[in-house]
């Protein structure tokens, strides 16, 4: 008979912060400056793209624009996703671009990893702009509640009331996309 471990948050948070600053988000709630947007009380980070920054332009009549989103949800250690991926090499035709959509259940492994990069995302106090990446948000739900940060790259533009740190948003992605997979 398989053994089921139980990951807890509140654990995985604290080892994530040691050496990375104090994680004194609730969940959803706001976090200070270089603080994790993680808390104890987080269920759900959703790591978001709605398309758009520097790159080719897609055709008339594609169903999608490279939007992405990834939903991990820190209680049942599942991961979903939704990414709208090119399939074949012809960028001129609409067919060519379509939605995946999956869903599945992390390794233990994985959800530790998964949740540590989660609470390495910090809150930033940048309040440049920059003009070549996709927009990009980061949603984090739980017991107080759910707040949307943005992308500090896009932070001049004011769109958000809190923004996170790029390169972690980013990391954050790349972790998640390489576990968007049916094993």
């Known amino acids: 008979m398989a053994r089921h471990r139980v990951l807890d948050v509140s654990v995985v948070v604290a080892l994530a912060s040691i050496g990375l600053g104090a994680c004194s988000s609730q969940g959803g709630g706001t976090a200070g400056t270089n603080e994790s947007v993680v808390g ?59 939605t995946v959509v999956g869903w599945r259940t992390l390794t233990f492994a994985e959800r530790t990893h998964a949740i540590a990069t989660a609470a390495a995302v910090k809150v930033s106090n940048v309040t440049t702009c920059g003009a070549d990446l996709d927009s990009r948000s980061l949603v984090v739900e739980g017991t107080a509640g759910s707040i949307t940060y943005g992308d500090d790259f896009y932070a001049c533009e004011k769109l958000f009331d809190q923004y996170v740190y790029t390169a972690q948003l980013e990391s954050l992605r790349e972790v998640l996309d390489g576990m968007a997979h049916n094993p």
């Open 40 to 98: 104890a009380g987080t269920s759900h980070v959703v790591w978001k793209t709605d398309g758009g920054g520097f790159g080719p332009q897609l055709p008339a009549g594609a169903s999608c624009h490279y939007e992405a989103s990834y939903d991990l949800d820190l209680g049942d250690g599942s991961l979903g996703w939704s990414i709208c991926k090119m399939t074949g090499t012809d960028f001129n035709d609409p067919a060519a671009f379509s």
